[in-house]
């Protein structure tokens, strides 16, 4: 099992900067990916950004690219989710998810991660 905790969010205007943190503990060293979704009231959760535990793949939903950027910490067993140019739109919680199992290819689907973490608020005032 991997334990996940996310934090970082808060209150910011749009246009604004707000970088997540997710600190992973437990069995991660049979981690495959990384994912960050986001669920926002009345709506499902969706996919935002994932990177594979190498940190050499990386994949994101376009409503985000360009905006913006997973990475892995310095920190060992964390990831980063640097985002860039807020907008109202990107309000939700956000979660940090792993997936355990061998990939052929970086999930991007809810179903495709076992491991979640409580969430963090990310609220983008207009």
């Known amino acids: 099992q991997v334990q996940l905790v996310e934090s970082g969010g808060g209150l910011v205007q749009a246009g604004g900067s707000l970088r997540l943190s997710c600190a992973a503990s437990?069995?991660?060293?049979?981690?495959?990916?990384m994912g960050w979704f986001r669920q926002a009231p009345g709506k499902e959760r969706e996919f935002v950004a994932a990177?594979?535990?190498?940190?050499?793949?990386?994949s994101y939903a376009d409503s985000v690219k360009g905006r913006f950027a997973i990475s892995r910490g310095n920190a060992k067993n964390t990831v980063l989710l640097q985002m860039n140019s807020l907008k109202p739109e990107d309000t939700a919680v956000y979660y940090c998810?792993?997936?355990?199992?061998?990939?052929?290819?970086?999930?991007?689907?809810?179903?495709?991660?076992?491991?979640w973490g409580q969430g963090t608020q990310v609220t983008v005032s207009s």
């Open positions: 990177i594979s535990w190498s940190g050499g793949t990386t």
């Open positions: 437990g069995r991660t060293f049979s981690s495959s990916a």
């Open positions: 998810a792993a997936r355990m199992s061998p990939m052929s290819s970086i999930p991007v689907v809810v179903s495709g991660y076992g491991s």
